[in-house]
């Protein structure tokens, strides 16, 4: 998979340290792949995976932005990514997180930037434009902390595009996570509105929904999240998705309320 997104122009590589063993697996693709200078590579801290491997666990992560936490993380994906790592995001930032306002950590963070380590932020959530706007606040040393911002947007969950417009507009890449909806938007779980587009274009309910993140003006970077070579290829067709007024208006009223749609996330089988 990740031989067939770089032969197809694929140059972010996107993990976490919550993510099982993501970071081994790309890892070990990169040293086994020498002199690809050209990929960017970013991880996350925040989240421990802790379900030992079992898809009925009670619990799957613990959430902690504490400094000791990040120095822990860090040094683990430090052991495996080594240089290969341009970007550290905080996994899942929200309006009451206190990574917004620990200034050790701060401190730290501005550290790594110093040393050439691109710092960022993600959020979840009904209130993500309230996080992504605390963020932007954070300085050090009267300099903005975080470069970047990857955020949930899709069809069906809009609630943030005010606040990343304002992100870009302030100098951040704006990374879009979730563009499929967890599944939701593919088919056969797609909405009807979609399927009906998406059959009118000849391509998949994917290839749609990505291409309506893509012509989101302050999207720097839309992820895929494709498990097998056909999905990402399938997901690649977005780039040459032509949507008409008539169906962009009929995708637009598939936005629901961010609360309605983050319990419907939360009640998702686990993948």
């Not at 890449?173 to 009118?200: C, Q, S, W, Y």
């Amino acid at each position: 998979l990740l031989d067939a997104a770089y032969a197809q122009g694929v140059r972010y590589f996107d993990v976490a340290r919550s993510y099982g063993r993501s970071e081994e697996f790309l890892a070990d693709w990169l040293n086994r792949n020498p002199g690809r200078d050209d990929l960017v590579v970013g991880s996350k801290w925040g989240y421990t995976y802790t379900a030992d491997w079992t898809t009925d666990a009670e619990k799957h992560e613990g959430k902690d932005h504490s400094v000791r936490t990040y120095e822990r993380q860090r040094a683990e994906t430090a052991e495996l990514l080594g240089d290969h790592l341009d970007l550290y995001q905080i996994h899942s930032v929200t309006p009451d997180s206190p990574a917004l306002t620990d200034k050790e950590l701060h401190a730290r963070l501005a550290e790594a930037a110093a040393e050439g380590t691109t710092i960022g932020f993600s959020t979840s959530g009904p209130a993500q434009a309230d996080a992504i706007r605390a963020a932007l606040e954070v300085t050090v040393g009267g300099e903005p902390l975080f470069r970047t911002v990857q955020s949930t947007y899709n069809a069906l969950e809009t609630s943030a595009a005010p606040a990343l417009a304002e992100a870009h507009d302030a100098g951040l890449t704006v990374i879009v996570k979730e563009g499929m909806a967890n599944g939701r938007l593919a088919a056969p779980h797609a909405p009807d509105a979609l399927k009906a587009v998406a059959e009118e274009t000849a391509l998949g309910c994917d290839s749609v929904a990505l291409a309506l993140v893509l012509r989101q003006p302050w999207a720097g970077v839309v992820l895929s999240g494709a498990a097998t070579t056909n999905q990402l290829a399938s997901n690649l067709h977005a780039a040459v998705v032509d949507l008409d007024d008539a169906q962009l208006s009929r995708l637009a009223e598939l936005a629901e309320d961010p609360q309605t749609y983050w319990q419907r996330r939360g009640r998702l089988p686990w993948h």
